[in-house]
């Protein structure tokens, strides 16, 4: 891994010299929250070859089998602590597997990567997690994971999830996807950096084709309503038509049919 990161140091940006691996690790998120709590500076990554527990959005759990994906975690601090970071982020995966691997994987709101092949199939996802004190958000840990191998496990996870060898057929070294990904990062960190944040989000609209007239449940207090997306806002919230009004999503449950 480090033979990986030397070759390619000139892309990584604030991310050279700090990336930590662990073999296993209970979640790398919690890992990348104890270092960023301890003073650890943006760019911090952990990564870890198998999670004992991994988790996903809303508390989920998230499948990390040893060897089979890349789990990994990054610190970003202020100023970067837009509400954009975590569409910034999935950009930049997208990016990343589609530059290594040539696969059409896309965006589904808010945090998974979609393959779409007959149904949509999981790939990989993302979960970002701020702390914040009396004066304000001090960090945000964004988490990722990536199927790499296909195996077993996932199957029983999932019947629609995915990896990269089972759409490509190609093993790929997990430093190299790592390497692609923290220098899509640092561009994309660049342009949060110098308030390009229209740019992020028409390309994350872009990468998302669902985001726009799909059809969708969500739950509320007086049961399930369905409507249809129209986008996302500048604060990256959902937008959904329900009965002639827009509303706008920015957590719960939301479901594509």
Not at 77 to 101: D, K, N, Q
Not at 114 to 120: A, E, F, Q, T
Not at 173 to 185: C, F, G, R
Request: a positive charge.
């Amino acid at each position: 891994m480090e033979d990986a990161f030397r070759k390619h140091r000139e892309r990584l940006g604030c991310f050279v010299g700090r990336v930590t691996y662990l073999k296993e690790t209970g979640s790398t998120n919690d890992k990348a929250i104890e270092l960023a709590l301890a003073g650890a500076p943006e760019g911090t990554t952990v990564v870890a070859g198998a999670q004992t527990a991994g988790r996903g959005r809303r508390g989920r759990s998230w499948l990390s089998p040893r060897g089979t994906g890349l789990y990994a975690s990054v610190v970003f601090r202020p100023p970067l602590l837009s509400p954009v970071l975590t569409l910034m982020s999935g950009v930049a995966l997208v990016e990343a597997i589609r530059c290594r691997v040539g696969l059409a994987v896309v965006l589904k709101w808010p945090n998974d990567l979609i393959v779409k092949r007959g149904v949509n199939r999981k790939l990989g996802g993302i979960l970002a997690e701020a702390g914040a004190s009396p004066t304000g958000v001090k960090y945000v840990v964004v988490g990722f994971g990536i199927n790499l191998l296909a195996a077993s496990n996932l199957s029983a996870l999932s019947v629609t999830a995915t990896s990269i060898e089972s759409e490509c057929g190609e093993v790929v070294p997990l430093a190299d996807l790592l390497v692609e990904v923290l220098a899509a990062l640092a561009v994309w960190r660049a342009r949060m950096v110098d308030g390009q944040m229209n740019a992020i989000l028409n390309r994350w609209r872009t990468l998302s084709p669902s985001s726009i007239a799909s059809t969708v449940e969500l739950d509320g207090p007086s049961g399930v309503r369905r409507g249809t997306t129209a986008g996302i806002d500048t604060d990256g919230a959902l937008l959904v038509r329900v009965n002639g009004t827009t509303e706008r999503v920015v957590s719960g449950e939301v479901r594509w049919v």
